[in-house]
Nanobody
Framework: QVQLVESGGGVVQTGGSLRLSCAAS?????MGWLRQAPGKEREFVAG????????FYADSVKGRFTISRDNDKRTLYLQMNSLKPEDTAVYFC????????????????WGRGTQVTVSS
């Protein structure tokens, strides 16, 4: 099973930006990001197909977050702009065994997460 390691989290003020990275130990197909805030269930943030052609976002982050990948580097990214306090959460990278992203239910590998804190 592929190992996923997230990085890039931190503390940022409202309106600021962060870029998360996820390094994979091997070849991955469709991937994505999820997040979990304290006291809440883990929720889908963004997904991307193996080729990077198709991208999907939760309504709460559309227009502010951008998912991308570099398959040569085996790295997934999440550019987060215009951050809000409600974006505060642990962000997890995930991978599926499918070429095309169909939904978070396809994910079968997850990283340990990186904390993102947005101060007001």
């Amino acid at each position: 099973q592929v190992q996923l390691v997230e990085s890039g989290g931190g503390v940022v003020q409202t309106g600021g930006s962060l870029r998360l990275s996820c390094a994979a130990s091997g070849v991955t197909l469709a991937m994505g990001w999820l997040r979990q805030a304290p006291g809440k269930e883990r929720e889908f943030v963004a997904g991307i197909s193996w080729t990077g052609t198709n991208k999907f976002y939760a309504d709460s982050v559309k227009g502010r977050f951008t998912i991308s990948r570099d398959n040569d580097k085996r790295t997934l990214y999440l550019q987060m702009n215009s951050l809000k306090p409600e974006d505060t959460a642990v962000y997890f990278c995930a991978a599926s065994g499918k070429v095309n992203f169909r939904g978070p239910a396809d994910f079968n590998s997850w990283g340990r997460g990186t904390q993102v804190t947005v101060s007001s």
